[in-house]
């Protein structure tokens, strides 16, 4: 007797196939023709041109103001590197244009550490920017040095959600050792220096200089960010938090109030105010 065969169902893939039917040969995909000089696609998407506005590189903070961060490369403050900004009166126009960013990291839990303010930190004025002074950790340190020493040994540990710091008299090799150092910060490095600074050279990525409106204004001039320097100037809707609930209609406008004969600088601007405005806090 022969043993029974076990058949298998036909398995279609190892079929017979005459030889007058070769198998169809595998396509592959036609590589894209390029005109005489032009980069591939995955080269030319990782290149920034310096005519663009720089992508976002790291982590950034919004600035709390729509028109500021449509001009800033990310969309907010950049993280990771230092941020110069130039004022005429250093320890004044700092807070208006951080308060809203502040305020962000305190509404994290984070610690914003202010080094060497000249003036010192006025907390009812702050409470009403939102800005909670369990999370404000001020260094007083009077001379340069200290102040800067303090500013590296916080960059290096990373101990704050945001560190501003008065440098008046930094000189360029020292900018640009904290903006080493600062590459390994998570948060943003603020370096306010007085508007004469503006003629030195820097190696901070973006810099810009603030100055008073009369409209209750913050007037910037980005003179130097990743990307072409911005041609026009911004003005940013800034009533101090103490000031909005008792302001008039007629003294919300001071510039309404001049004689029209009075000249005044026009400039193309763009007009914005803060994202969002919180409750006042009581004073305890």
């Known amino acids: 007797m022969h043993p029974a065969l076990d058949w298998q169902e036909d398995d279609l893939s190892s079929a017979f196939i005459p030889s007058s039917q070769p198998p169809a040969p595998k396509l592959r995909p036609a590589n894209p023709v390029r005109m005489p000089g032009e980069l591939p696609m995955a080269v030319a998407a990782a290149i920034w041109r310096g005519d663009q506005l720089g992508g976002p590189v790291s982590a950034v903070l ?57 003036k010192a930190p006025h907390l009812p004025g702050l409470r009403f920017e939102g800005i909670d002074e369990r999370h404000l950790v001020w260094v007083r340190a009077d001379t340069a040095a200290e102040r800067l020493w303090s500013a590296e040994q916080l960059i290096k540990a990373n101990a704050c ?18 903006q080493v150092l600062a590459a390994s910060c998570e948060g943003p490095v603020f370096l306010c220096r007085p508007s004469a600074a503006v003629r030195e050279s820097s190696a901070a990525p973006l810099r810009l200089q603030a100055r008073v409106g009369l409209d209750w204004e913050l007037h910037l001039d980005i003179f130097k960010r990743k990307g072409p320097p911005l041609q026009n100037t911004l003005r940013l809707g800034s009533v101090p938090g103490g ?24 400039d193309h601007v763009v007009v914005s105010t803060p994202a969002s405005d919180h409750p006042h806090r009581a004073v305890h």
């Open 161 to 178: 959600g945001a560190l501003v710091v008065w440098l008046p008299q930094a000189r360029s090799e020292q900018v640009r050792r904290l």
């Open 62 to 118: 919004s600035s709390g103001f729509e028109a500021l961060d449509a001009q800033l490369p990310g969309g907010g403050w950049p993280c990771h590197g230092v941020i110069e900004i130039l004022a005429t009166q250093s320890g004044l126009l700092e807070w208006r244009l951080l308060g809203p960013a502040l305020r962000q990291v305190c509404g994290a839990g984070r610690a914003v550490v202010v080094v060497g303010p000249p």
């Open 243 to 266: 000031l909005r609930a008792i302001l008039t209609p007629r003294l919300r406008f001071p510039s309404r109030l001049l004689p029209s004969d009075v000249s005044r600088e026009v």
